[in-house]
């Protein structure tokens, strides 16, 4: 698997994560006895986000793709030598 397609794959679920968490909270009627539950339910979803969200920051290069740096695999496909990202 290159760094691009793990990229794509962990924004799909950050947004997946997302959607579920605001459906959540517009569908949660928190004036019943289980407020506590949807709580702890709401910040485990949003711990689990921030989590997938740093290990994107890891994975994201800082990486202005200099011209020197720039090589192309035998099937065409260019890549940055100095961060190893698909371009």
Not at 40 to 68: A, G
């Amino acid at each position: 698997m290159t760094v691009k397609k793990a990229i794509q794959i962990l924004d799909w679920w950050i947004d997946q994560r997302k959607q579920v968490m605001e459906k959540f909270k517009k569908n949660w009627d928190y004036k019943t006895e289980v407020e506590d539950v949807a709580k702890v339910m709401l910040q485990h979803d949003e711990t689990v986000i921030f989590n997938l969200e740093k290990i994107r920051e890891e994975l994201v290069p800082n990486c202005s793709h200099p011209k020197k740096m720039i090589d192309t695999l035998p099937d065409g496909q260019k890549y940055c030598m100095n961060c190893n990202l698909d371009l």
